[in-house]
């Protein structure tokens, strides 16, 4: 049985999906580990899988809907250097640039490529807000859990809203410089919120 090209496709992508969902999640709670907090990892999984895979699948939504191939591609290198950040600074300082949406189109507008851009920073403020919300009726180790998948989307959005290449803030910052203020804003409001609460 011969494979096409759009099969492999979707199988290298998924590969490449469950790989860096593994390699951020052991990144990010490799602080919790060498803290003996391994009741809080089951969290940072959550979190990888909502601020990190959502993040790309929106991408890849908005760029299909435009009738344009996109697929998600990972960055070894990038990889890499997550767990190297995590192990050396104890996991206190996180490397958060595991791969990304690519396009395979020859042309496009660059409405179009902002509005990609946009999608994957937006996916991560919404979800951060929303945690936030839900932070208010809760305590105990629900507490844990939602403080920790809200602070890891705010980081997500803030790291991928600098102005900064391959960064999705280099993309909206292009298009708009008005449209990356009010994303940027509205990342380091959300992150100074966690990081202070």
Known sequence: MYWSYRQY???RELLDFIISILVLSFAFSYRYIIQ???NLIPAVIIAIVTSFALHELAHRSIAR???????YKAWYLGLLLALIFAIATQGRFLFAAPGAVVIYSTW???EIEALIALAGPVTNIIIGFVCLVLLIPTHGIVYQYIRIIGSINAFIALFNSLPLPPLDGYRVFKSSIVRWVIIFLFSIFLWIIYWFS
């Open 36 to 38: 003996n907090q391994f």
């Open 108 to 110: 496009y507008m660059p």
């Open 65 to 71: 809907a435009n009738g344009i191939y996109a697929r």
């Open 9 to 11: 496709s979707r199988v």
